[in-house]
């Protein structure tokens, strides 16, 4: 859906390292939220930001941050990357629940 | 009580039937229910969403069924065609508008021709 963009599209990184990933919704929507949808299992929450807060959280470890900026696109981060973080990771936005294409992250 | 279990997790039907895919929660919290296709590689798309204030909604060729004393809500298929093969999620939300979504596991769905 045109009305959430994701970046990169694929991304292949090694245990250990650290990784960005970045998502624009269309203007106008002030809330995004992040997910991560492992091969086979519906998408599980890993937090939302509103108005560059954090509004909540799932259940993730601290390696897992976010941010919001003021033009509401968002980034998440994910530090020492382990094997099991290989999936799909998706966002969000407001209140409408539309998806971005995801991005796919294999950690090796 | 956070959880939505969706069954059945694969199906298989004909051109022109139409297949059902359940769903049961706990919460009686949630207050939106919606349902999305995701073909490989893509993200999951929203095809209807329902609030326990109505039994059911159509759109299309697709319709939701909610029954709010046994916390079941189902998506019927009309018409099924091969192009709706895909994987089928149901969700639920609680409280704020654009709060997290619950989902459940998941329908891989196949229409033969």
């Known amino acids: 859906d045109a009305g959430v963009t994701q970046s990169p599209t694929h991304l292949i990184k090694t245990r250990g390292q650290q990784v960005t990933l970045r998502c624009s919704p269309k203007s106008g929507h002030d809330t995004v939220s992040w997910y991560q949808q492992a091969l086979g299992q519906g998408p599980q929450f890993i937090f939302q930001y509103y108005e560059e807060e954090e509004r909540q959280r799932g259940n993730f470890p601290d390696r897992f941050s976010g941010h919001q900026f003021p033009n509401y696109s968002s980034e998440l981060n994910v530090n020492a990357l382990l094997l099991g973080d290989s999936a799909l990771y998706l966002c969000?936005?407001?209140?409408?629940?539309?998806f971005g294409s995801g991005t796919r992250l294999t950690v090796v | 009580q956070q959880q939505v279990k969706q069954s059945p997790q694969s199906l298989i039907v004909q051109k022109g039937g139409i297949p059902i895919i359940n769903c049961a929660y706990e919460?009686?919290?949630?207050?939106?229910f919606p349902w999305y296709q995701q073909f490989p590689g893509k993200g999951p798309a929203l095809l209807i969403a329902i609030r326990p204030d109505v039994s059911e909604k159509k759109e299309g060729r697709f319709t939701i069924s909610f029954n709010k004393s046994a916390k079941q809500f189902s998506l019927h298929i009309m018409d099924s065609q091969p192009g709706d093969s895909a994987t089928y999620f149901c969700a639920a939300s609680e409280g704020n508008q654009g709060g997290k979504l619950i989902f459940g596991q998941g329908t891989e769905l196949s229409v033969k021709p």
């Open positions: 919460n009686t919290a949630f207050d939106y």
């Open positions: 969000a936005r407001g209140e409408d629940y539309t």
